[in-house]
């Protein structure tokens, strides 16, 4: 079973910045591709940002792109979700999840694709 704990997430004022953490307890977690997403309060799970299995493909959602920046380190069996220029309206808890990746350029591009998530980080922006 591959258990994801996502990290780093806090109160944060708008144009302010956060790194969060999406650690994986996998030993072959360089065969999952993984990406973030978010829920806000009565909304539907909203999908942001994915990295294939070897790092090398990236894939953002319009709403994130410019500002977001997703990496890897597979070493550390760990994802990073670099996010600047934060708004308001990206308040929410923070999901990173994982899929078993077959192909080492693929990566999801919605919420359906992945197979396991974490228990979510609250991130607060205030204006």
């Known amino acids: 079973q591959v258990q994801l704990a996502e990290s780093g997430g806090e109160l944060v004022q708008a144009g302010g910045s956060l790194r969060l953490s999406c650690a994986i307890s996998e030993r072959t977690f360089s065969s999952y591709a993984v990406g973030w997403s978010r829920q806000a309060p009565g909304k539907e799970r909203e999908f942001l940002a994915s990295?294939?299995?070897?790092?090398?493909?990236?894939y953002y959602t319009d709403s994130v792109k410019g500002r977001f920046t997703i990496s890897r380190e597979n070493g550390k069996d760990t994802v990073y979700l670099q996010m600047d220029g934060l708004k308001p309206e990206d308040t929410g808890v923070y999901f990173c999840?994982?899929?078993?990746?077959?192909?080492?350029?693929?990566?999801?591009?919605?919420?359906?694709?992945?197979?396991?998530w974490g228990q979510g980080t609250q991130v607060t922006v205030s204006s």
């Open positions: 990295i294939s299995s070897s790092g090398g493909r990236k």
């Open positions: 999840g994982a899929a078993r990746a077959y192909d080492s350029s693929w990566y999801p591009i919605n919420v359906g694709q992945h197979e396991y």
